[in-house]
């Protein structure tokens, strides 16, 4: 009534004993709140007719409820009993009590009320309270049956789902968002490569995306194959008034010194495991420290720049295609060392100089293989996991597409032939390449196709076949070693060795990414992460696998710090799994928290640029000290001259 709505009235009131007929009319309730104030309330009535294609409707959720008390009057008139009919009839809109929910409504056709509402028990992940049911953030419902229509809610991927907000639905979806499990962008949009946002397709344009990506590929290619020391370097400069070692370099220009490797792969692990085990957005946090999130990209094979103009390279990108796009950076970075060797041949022909040794470049493209292990096995297990929705099994990062699609059997080949062997094949191949029972070649064969090569080991080891062995088998398989074998310590006369340690760092990956990828539930994922964490840890120390002292305290501090940032997520994936919002005065000490997260991934960018700031200093220092030494030269050299010149000159 002139544009204001009256929550608190009624359609229709009657108090006249005159008749009332109702035809063609329907009364609809959208009101959720209206026990005290009927939709039909006839208080006096005589004769009230309502024919069946009028109804009176409740908002769903609600019952419709008749209060009939219709009664006989009897009255004397002219001395005789009269019998007069009050009817008295009053249709109200009830919800469902705290804690139950329908969605369903109450409906009458004509006098008579349809009464098929049924009320049931709020499920897991909904709320039922006032506005009859809503998801709870993070979660999605579905229905899974129809009579009494049921609803069941199941969590989604992280940052796809919100709580609702609607009037009549009970699902909500994030940012552009839509589709089942909200699992694909709405019209218009297209996913973005590092978040789950859904960015307009005019802003899906920038190709300066590849060119970064051919830029960080060739980067990681040239460092991979040159191994410049660089804390050696940094180190040299800090400290060069203690002298500089000899350090021979080959036409490449590596050094033989290679300590570095060891730190390589605590930091790869490092970053690689963090993504895995945050859960939340500290997007807020990391925005104050835009670099970091550069840093985390680079060590997980992703091209990343600070602001994030580049997230989105092309239009029509979905979480399928984004998943098989990420690992694509692993396979450029391989393609990049087979055409640096190329190149190098090519110019090393031009100076008729000897081809380049071409077991150096299948050794870096192992090592590509071993860093970016996480980055494919990722890939291939998260479009292998599905979940039961409406009785289908369903993609579980986008539950628009049902399984089993015809390129997921071929991951699952893949997974069988490569994911999981591989882990079996750096533990059985490392011992085998180091007691030269199998040379370099194959050894790199068998990372590239485990399985067949496990079965080939295994009917050799039944039928006790050896292969040829050669004494020079040791020097051929040099640069193998270094990258398989190099920071870890060899055998000796009571101790084993952790030559094999490579394949605990791969199955670590394996067993996060397979925690991470299979368990939906957000609780149990980190409490399963956590404890692997902590025995990882626990194993390490009891090792102690890396040559140098220092390298084992640093992968010591590593795990310890992984540890506490998994214990940290477990508080806020607890959170999650029940739909709960972070809000209130706690919500300070849980940002406590994720600053030591922010504060532990900017520990080795800011180590190195303290090295780099020292190594400056130093050289400042050592140019003062150069001058100052070149000054008094110079005076000593004058007053020399002074002492040598001739008391009584003749000549003039």
């Known amino acids: 009534?002139?544009?204001?709505?009256?929550?608190?009235?009624?359609?229709?009131?009657?108090?006249?004993?005159?008749?009332?007929?109702?035809?063609?009319?329907?009364?609809?309730?959208?009101?959720?709140?209206?026990?005290?104030?009927?939709?039909?309330?006839?208080?006096?009535?005589?004769?009230?007719?309502?024919?069946?294609?009028?109804?009176?409707?409740?908002?769903?959720?609600?019952?419709?409820?008749?209060?009939?008390?219709?009664?006989?009057?009897?009255?004397?008139?002219?001395?005789?009993?009269?019998?007069?009919?009050?009817?008295?009839?009053?249709?109200?809109?009830?919800?469902?009590?705290?804690?139950?929910?329908?969605?369903?409504?109450?409906?009458?056709?004509?006098?008579?009320?349809?009464?098929?509402?049924?009320?049931?028990?709020?499920?897991?992940?909904?709320?039922?309270?006032?506005?009859?049911?809503?998801?709870?953030?993070?979660?999605?419902?579905?229905?899974?049956?129809?009579?009494?229509?049921?609803?069941?809610?199941?969590?989604?991927?992280?940052?796809?789902?919100?709580?609702?907000?609607?009037?009549?639905?009970?699902?909500?979806?994030?940012?552009?968002?839509?589709?089942?499990?909200c699992g694909k962008c709405t019209l218009g949009y297209s996913e973005s490569l590092f978040s789950t946002e859904c960015r307009m397709n005019e802003e899906c344009n920038n190709y300066w995306f590849w060119i970064l990506m051919i830029l960080l590929t060739t980067g990681l290619a040239l460092y991979l194959l040159l191994k410049p020391p660089i804390l050696v370097f940094l180190g040299n400069q800090i400290l060069w008034f203690r002298g500089k070692e000899e350090n021979h370099q080959d036409d490449l220009g590596r050094s033989d010194q290679n300590s570095d490797s060891g730190y390589i792969k605590i930091t790869f692990y490092f970053y690689q495991a963090a993504e895995i085990l945050m859960v939340?957005?500290?997007?807020?946090?990391?925005?104050?420290?835009?670099?970091?999130?550069?840093?985390?990209?680079?060590?997980?094979?992703?091209?990343?720049?600070?602001?994030?103009?580049?997230?989105?390279?092309?239009?029509?990108?979905?979480?399928?295609?984004?998943?098989?796009?990420?690992?694509?950076?692993?396979?450029?970075?391989?393609?990049?060392?087979?055409?640096?060797?190329?190149?190098?041949?090519?110019?090393?022909?031009?100076?008729?100089?000897?081809?380049?040794?071409?077991?150096?470049?299948?050794?870096?493209?192992?090592?590509?293989?071993?860093?970016?292990?996480?980055?494919?096995?990722?890939?291939?297990?998260?479009?292998?996991?599905?979940?039961?929705?409406?009785?289908?099994?369903?993609?579980?990062?986008?539950?628009?597409?049902?399984?089993?699609?015809?390129?997921?059997?071929?991951?699952?080949a893949y997974i069988v032939v490569f994911v999981v062997p591989f882990v079996i094949v750096l533990y059985c191949g490392s011992s085998k390449l180091y007691k030269a029972s199998i040379n370099a070649g194959e050894f790199l064969a068998a990372c590239m196709l485990p399985l067949p090569f496990l079965v080939i080991w295994f009917f050799k080891k039944i039928l006790r076949l050896k292969g040829q062995e050669t004494t020079t088998a040791q020097s051929v398989n040099k640069d193998v070693l270094e990258v398989l074998h190099g920071p870890f310590r060899p055998p000796s006369n009571e101790d084993k060795g952790t030559l094999h340690w490579e394949s605990v760092l791969i199955g670590r990956r394996l067993t996060l990414l397979t925690c991470q990828s299979f368990v939906t539930c957000a609780m149990s994922r980190m409490v399963s992460m956590a404890a692997a964490c902590l025995l990882m840890t626990i194993h390490h120390v009891m090792k102690n696998p890396y040559r140098e002292p220092m390298a084992n305290k640093a992968e010591t501090l590593s795990l310890t710090t992984l540890t506490m940032i998994a214990v940290i997520n477990l508080t806020k994936a607890t959170l999650l799994a029940f739909g709960?919002?972070?809000?209130?005065?706690?919500?300070?000490?849980?940002?406590?928290?994720?600053?030591?997260?922010?504060?532990?991934?900017?520990?080795?960018?800011?180590?190195?640029?303290?090295?780099?700031?020292?190594?400056?200093?130093?050289?400042?220092?050592?140019?003062?000290?150069?001058?100052?030494k070149q000054l008094f030269q110079l005076r000593n050299s004058e007053w020399a001259m002074e002492q040598r010149r001739p008391l009584l000159n003749i000549g003039v």
């Not at 300070?588 to 991934?601: D, K, M, P």
């Open 1 to 181: 009534m002139s544009n204001i709505t009256l929550h608190k009235s009624t359609f229709l009131r009657s108090e006249s004993g005159g008749p009332i007929s109702l035809k063609n009319t329907t009364m609809v309730s959208f009101a959720a709140q209206r026990n005290s104030y009927p939709v039909l309330d006839i208080s006096n009535g005589g004769y009230v007719y309502m024919d069946n294609s009028s109804t009176i409707q409740c908002p769903i959720g609600s019952q419709l409820l008749l209060d009939n008390t219709t009664h006989f009057v009897y009255t004397e008139q002219n001395n005789s009993v009269c019998i007069i009919n009050v009817t008295v009839l009053k249709y109200s809109c009830q919800l469902c009590s705290q804690g139950f929910y329908s969605i369903q409504k109450g409906v009458s056709y004509g006098l008579i009320v349809n009464d098929t509402v049924t009320c049931l028990q709020c499920p897991f992940g909904a709320s039922c309270i006032q506005r009859n049911i809503d998801a709870k953030p993070n979660f999605w419902g579905y229905l899974i049956s129809s009579d009494p229509p049921s609803l069941r809610f199941i969590a989604c991927p992280e940052h796809y789902c919100q709580k609702s907000t609607s009037e009549i639905g009970y699902n909500n979806c994030q940012g552009n968002r839509s589709g089942t499990l």
């Open 280 to 412: 939340g957005s500290i997007e807020s946090l990391l925005e104050k420290m835009p670099i970091i999130r550069t840093v985390i990209a680079a060590f997980n094979f992703q091209v990343r720049t600070i602001n994030k103009g580049i997230s989105c390279p092309f239009v029509g990108l979905t979480a399928v295609t984004k998943q098989f796009f990420l690992s694509g950076t692993v396979f450029v970075t391989m393609a990049d060392v087979v055409l640096i060797y190329y190149v190098h041949s090519l110019i090393n022909m031009l100076r008729r100089k000897q081809k380049p040794a071409l077991i150096h470049y299948m050794a870096v493209v192992m090592e590509v293989l071993l860093l970016g292990y996480e980055r494919l096995a990722g890939t291939s297990l998260k479009l292998m996991n599905c979940v039961p929705i409406e009785s289908q099994k369903r993609l579980f990062i986008d539950a628009n597409v049902p399984c089993m699609q015809w390129w997921q059997y071929f991951l699952s």
């Open 580 to 628: 709960i919002t972070t809000d209130g005065p706690y919500r300070s000490f849980l940002e406590i928290l994720e600053w030591f997260e922010v504060i532990s991934l900017a520990f080795v960018p800011a180590l190195v640029t303290v090295l780099v700031i020292f190594a400056i200093l130093s050289q400042l220092a050592r140019l003062v000290v150069f001058l100052i």
